[in-house]
Structures are given as structure tokens and as C-alpha cells.
């Protein structure tokens, strides 16, 4: 299991890599906002953990492993940012609160309000109640 330090890393690397083609230590560390020599050491620890191959002048290429993990995480965090969007959470929040919680729930958790986020996506009028609920306990 991937520890939550180890869980951003894989995310991050992986949307680079989709978007880029390619996940550099600079553009990695540039993204989470840490020194690229913090990078270098977890991008080692990942290598040895078997998520990724990394050689030094060649660049970073994750393994299989190293997908698929990538994948789940970020379907996890863009999940929890549909969830708090359709509960009403102010956008200004949302990323912030995504990044507190996403590694402190357990992947029942994830998969359960999965199947909230498709009830409510599942008919306009659901969400509609529950903005009147809201409009009604703000009014209060
Ligand atoms: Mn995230």
C-alpha cells in the first residue's frame, strides 16, 4: 500500500505523463510544490515499490502496477471534487478539501459515495431538492 506522500506522487506523476507524455523530476516538483531533491528520493522509493522505473538521464516511465494505482487515485480525487461540488461545497474549497481527505478514506468509502454521486446525477430533480433543503437551512 502506498503511503499518502507516496499516493501524490503517483497521482501527480500520473497526469503528467497524460498530458505531457512524459513526467520530469523539475515538473514534478514544480507541481507539489517541493524541492527536487525531495522528488529524486521518492521517485526512488517508488521505483523500489515497483510503481515505476526510473533511471537517472532517461526520465521515468511507470509500470503496470504503477498505472493502474495512478489511475485509481486520480479517478479518486476528480470523484471527491464531483462530490463536493454536487453537495454545494463553494469551489474555492473544493481542491483544498479534496487534498485533506482523499488519502483517509477507505476505498469503500470511495466506492459508496460513488453510487450517491450517481443518484444524484441519475435525475436533475434530486440535486433540486437538495439545494431547496440548503436554500431552507440557510434562510434559518
Ligand atoms: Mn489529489
Redesign the pocket.
Known amino acids: 500500500m502506498p503511503t499518502p506522500s507516496m499516493e501524490?506522487y503517483l497521482?501527480r506523476i500520473y497526469i503528467l505523463i497524460e498530458e505531457k507524455g512524459y513526467a520530469r523530476v523539475s515538473d514534478i516538483a514544480e507541481a507539489l510544490e517541493v524541492h527536487p531533491s525531495s522528488v529524486t528520493k521518492m521517485v526512488q522509493k517508488l521505483d523500489k515499490s515497483d510503481y515505476l522505473i526510473y533511471e537517472r538521464y532517461r526520465g521515468l516511465i511507470l509500470t503496470a502496477k504503477g498505472k493502474k494505482v495512478g489511475k485509481r487515485l486520480v479517478y479518486r480525487?476528480e470523484l471527491l471534487e464531483d462530490f463536493l461540488r454536487l453537495i454545494g461545497v463553494d469551489n474555492t474549497h473544493i481542491y483544498r478539501d479534496?487534498?485533506g481527505i482523499?488519502h483517509h478514506l477507505s476505498w469503500d468509502a470511495i466506492d459508496r459515495i460513488g453510487d450517491l454521486v450517481q443518484y444524484f446525477q441519475e435525475s436533475e430533480g434530486r440535486v433540486k431538492q437538495l439545494r431547496e433543503i440548503q436554500k431552507r437551512n440557510e434562510d434559518h
Do not use: A, R
Open positions: 501524490d497521482e480525487h479534496v487534498e482523499e
